[in-house]
């Protein structure tokens, strides 16, 4: 085999070299050698011998090994093209077999598809119902909570319309019953003496007639506190400076009153409620603050009424319901809360208290409560 190569070699070298004899022997012999050994020859040697042989002029011999080159090449292509024919074959039934599970992997496939699409909808389906379902419940938990805050709004009112209701019955019992028979004790007390001379001098007399006189005052005051005329007829801001004028006589404690803004007559209801709140603040400072100076502070600016009640008092403790509920918080903040307004209430124990509030009302009118 490597001389049958080697033979070959210096074949192609002659041939190369134009040594188309050498080449000739070359090839002979390599060509007998593969006879020998039952080997099939190979188109090169057939193809080098006759172009050798052209070379020299034989052109017979030449056209024999050309023939020979011919035949063994169209052998081998045949060869090949059965090899080939035999593999398209085999790669057709794979082929086949490719396109069969293809085409049974695409029936899964949109098999698969189609569950997950329906999948999708249920879910989305699923989804959106419950989705329905909560913005149901939300828009009924919201519809039954404005109604719950409606009727609870209306029954606020309603107390404080009742509550208004018995301070007035109970000032024009003062002012009218008690008030006008004290007078008419003191009138009578006072003629006695014109019988009885010597009461003219008598102090425990006159102690009786200055506290009956002191007595009918009190009374009075009150009356007028249940059911003040002042804020009937002059309106928010005068009643609640002569509130503060004539508690500081009374009380101690400085109370400083400003006002800001031309404050135009608001509805009579609105203006007592706010009035009550006032008195309310003012009197929970006297009871519990300790407080040496009270700021009460009323301002209007176009449709808003801010009311800030400032002490210098001991301030409370956020945190002790016992005080909360003794200063009258709960109250204030339903009257306030009945009003639309806004509450807050800023305390520093040792430091005093600021009450704020506000509300948006219009002039000459008041706000129902929808």
């Given amino acids: 085999k490597i001389s049958n190569s ?22 002979t012999v390599a060509l007998d050698t593969i006879k020998k050994l039952g080997w099939e020859p190979q188109g090169l040697i057939y193809s080098n011998m006759a172009e050798a042989y052209h070379n020299i002029g034989e052109d017979a011999n030449a056209y024999q090994y050309q023939k020979l080159y011919s035949d063994l090449r169209d052998s081998s292509i045949n060869k090949e093209k059965m090899k080939q024919i035999r593999e398209m074959e085999v790669k057709y039934q794979l082929s086949e077999k490719d396109g069969e599970l293809t085409r049974k992997e695409l029936m899964l496939t949109r098999q698969q598809a189609k569950i997950k699409n329906r999948n999708l909808w249920i879910g989305g389906i699923s989804v959106s119902l419950i989705l329905l379902v909560i913005s149901g419940g939300i828009v009924i938990y919201n519809i039954r909570r404005r109604q719950a805050l409606k009727q609870e709004l209306i029954q606020l009112q309603s107390i404080m319309e009742g509550e208004e209701k018995e301070r007035t019955r109970l000032a024009h019992e003062l002012h009218d019953g008690i008030v006008i028979r004290f007078s008419a004790v003191k009138m009578n007390l006072s003629t006695l003496p014109n019988k009885h001379i010597s009461l003219a001098s008598s102090r425990d007399y006159n102690d009786i007639i200055e506290s009956l006189d002191e007595a009918t005052k009190e009374l009075r005051k009150t009356a ?15 009643a609640t400076f002569y509130f503060c004028k004539t508690l500081m006589q009374h009380a101690g404690p400085e109370i400083d009153f400003q006002h800001y803004g031309d404050l135009p007559r608001l509805d009579p209801d609105f203006e007592l409620s706010v009035y009550r709140i006032i008195q309310e603040l003012v009197q929970n400072v006297l009871k519990h603050a300790e407080a040496t100076h009270v700021l009460v502070q009323l301002s209007y600016n176009e449709s808003q009424l801010n009311i800030t009640v400032e002490d210098n008092g001991k301030g409370f403790d956020s945190t002790d319901a016992t005080v909360i509920s003794g200063m009258g918080l709960r109250s204030i903040r339903a009257r306030v809360k009945a009003l639309n307004g806004y509450f807050d209430l800023q305390r520093n124990p040792g430091k005093g208290t600021i009450a704020y509030l506000e509300f948006e009302k219009q002039a000459g009118s008041c706000e129902s409560i929808t």
């Fill in 224 to 238: 007028h506190r249940l059911m003040p005329d002042m804020l009937l007829e002059d309106g928010l801001a005068e």
């Fill in 6 to 27: 080697w033979d070959l070699c210096i074949s192609q070298i002659s041939l190369n070299n134009f040594d188309n004899k050498k080449a000739i022997n070359h090839l």
